[in-house]
Antibody, heavy 120, light 108 residues
Framework: QVQLQESGPGLVKPWETLSLRCNVS??????????WTWIRQPPRKGLEWIGT???????YYNPSLKSRVRLSVDSSKNQFSLELSYVTAADTAVYYC????????????WGQGVPVTVSS | ELVLTQSPGTLSLSPGERATLSCRAS???????LAWYQHKPGQAPRLLIY???RRATGIPDRFSGGGSGTDFTLTINRLEPEDFAVYFC?????????FGQGTKLESK
């Protein structure tokens, strides 16, 4: 069974960088046709796609966040990561990692999510 | 940006009844890249339907998806107690990939 688990600090100060990691088990992060994705949900709002990375390090970002986001992958550890810089209160959200299957563009496995609050 | 609008916001039904949830797109989804998910508090979202009507592995056949163009539906027949949750749709037709705001299915 594929499992994804997010980890990282739950509190980040304004204007600092939010860093999260997603550990993948039960599948190789180098599997062909599978992409690795970050999604977030601010309080009382809908889900927002942040960005997607392939193991070859091809990346695809939401234009609304592109200037502040960086995704990376560590194949040796079967992990991928998110960095979001210059955070503000608007970046407070539950952050999810998920696996995207490109055949039909759906997220077939998700992590449980990690809440992140931006506050001084 | 392709906007997905779900209705109703909340649906109150009893076990055994049928639920019909709607997802309307702001423009045609021509390649059938439309998926549905179930989300319960504190849990990982669960894929139900992909490619408009394809059931994911292990999903009971009381869940079905349909539609085309801009109008899509998720139907849940014979509601079970464990079906009460939030459901949201998602498109992969064009970037940025977007989600509906969700429909909360609650027990009457």
């Amino acid at each position: 069974q594929v499992q994804l688990q997010e980890s990282g600090p739950g509190l980040v100060k304004p204007w600092e960088t939010l860093s999260l990691r997603c550990n993948v088990s039960g599948a190789s992060i180098k599997s062909v046709g599978y992409f690795w994705t970050w999604i977030r949900q601010p309080p009382r709002k809908g889900l927002e796609w942040i960005g997607t990375i392939y193991f070859t390090e091809s990346v695809y970002y939401n234009p609304s966040l592109k200037s502040r986001v960086r995704l990376s992958v560590d194949s040796s550890k079967n992990q991928f990561s998110l960095e979001l810089s210059y955070v503000t209160a608007a970046d407070t959200a539950v952050y999810y990692c998920a696996r995207l299957r490109d055949e039909w563009g759906h997220f077939d496995f998700w992590g449980q999510g990690v809440p992140v609050t931006v506050s001084s | 940006e392709l906007v997905l609008t779900q209705s109703p916001g909340t649906l109150s039904l009893s076990p055994g009844e049928r639920a019909t949830l709607s997802c309307r797109a702001s423009r045609d989804i021509r390649r059938n890249f439309l998926a549905w998910y179930q989300h319960k508090p504190g849990q990982a979202p669960r894929l139900l339907i992909y490619g408009v009507s394809r059931r994911a592995t292990g999903i009971p056949d009381r869940f079905s998806g349909g539609g085309s163009g801009t109008d899509f539906t998720l139907t849940i027949n014979r509601l079970e107690p464990e079906d009460f949750a939030v459901y949201f749709c998602q498109q992969f037709e064009s970037s940025p990939y977007t989600f509906g705001q969700g429909t909360k299915l609650e027990s009457k």
